[in-house]
């Protein structure tokens, strides 16, 4: 088993076992995390494009569930059972196993995974793990730059889209030196004209703007700092919209100064459980929500529950949470 993070000496060797890896077979399968973003997304239909231009005779599928909202970065393939017998996996931006939509990872011969998620599991045979990337899009445009891929046009626009959307248009911590000289060479590279690449990225129905209203009026706000609502469906039904909404305006909730980390709980019918969303500007939430089948990164995580119920045991830890890195401040 080959399982590499980021250091030195080993970042050129992982280049080239998962160019050589990809280079083998004729057939490539890949997958995204359950409940896709924009990096999910645009890592995933930007690889493909990469592979298939480098190796126009390959059949390059990436499977799992879309997002209406994204549908223009890429629509999933149709998935057969035959693929498993013949086919490379690569499952992007997916630290564990439980999560990776729309295929059985062990059912592959081969598998790899690239992904800047702490590490939680080990289930492929070559795992690039760098958690100091900004996003996933930002691994794939490395490993195009450092090997024989070749860029085009449109897998550009996908690894823009999805880079850019992790990072909140370059606001967060992780974005570093590598992240903007790897996106200024993409530029260059393809003539990219990054700002038609934020209208659909950031263009929303009015029905959701109303929503929003709804969640700013709503939002409860404890005196430790954490900041929460249970969104139910009801209050979906009414504004016409799924519980995938409040996820995709959680980061407009970024500047509000008497919360320093919050949470929207919405019920998710399609599931049958509780879709949990939760941002942070400085308590750290993935630990905390690991026992209750959650993860994602220090500030930005989420997690499923079964119900409300479960969903008051998380606010509590989230609470104590706040509540500790406020007492440590001061």
Sequence with gaps: MIQLWCRKGAIMRIYRQIYKKIKKYDVIVIAHHIGPDPDALGSCFGLKEIILKTFPHKKVYVVGSSAVKFKYIGVPDKFEDSFYDEALLIVLDTPDMKRVDGVEPLRFKERIKIDHHPFIEKFCQIEWIDPTASSVSQLIMELEAKTRFKMTHKA??????????????????????????????????????????????????????????????????????????????????????????????????????????????????????????????????????????????ALAAGVRADDFETVDEIIKVLDEVCASYQNKDN
């Design 156 to 297: 550009a626009s996908c690894l823009f889209t999805g880079l850019v959307a992790d990072t909140e248009r370059f606001l967060y911590d992780y974005t570093t030196p590598k992240t903007f000289e790897l996106t200024a060479s993409l530029i260059r590279k393809t003539n990219l004209d990054f700002t038609k690449l934020y209208l659909p990225l950031y263009l929303r129905p009015i029905k959701d703007i109303r929503f929003q209203g709804y969640l700013m009026s709503n939002i409860h706000i404890t005196d430790n700092g954490f900041g929460y609502i249970k969104i139910t469906d009801e209050i979906l039904d009414e504004y016409d919209v799924d519980a995938a909404t409040a996820g995709n305006l959680i980061n407009n909730f970024n500047y509000i100064n008497e919360m320093i980390a919050w949470g929207f709980f919405s019920s998710d019918k399609i599931n049958g459980n509780i879709r949990g969303s939760i941002r942070s500007r400085g308590p750290v939430i993935n630990e905390v929500l690991a026992p209750f089948g959650g993860g994602g990164h």
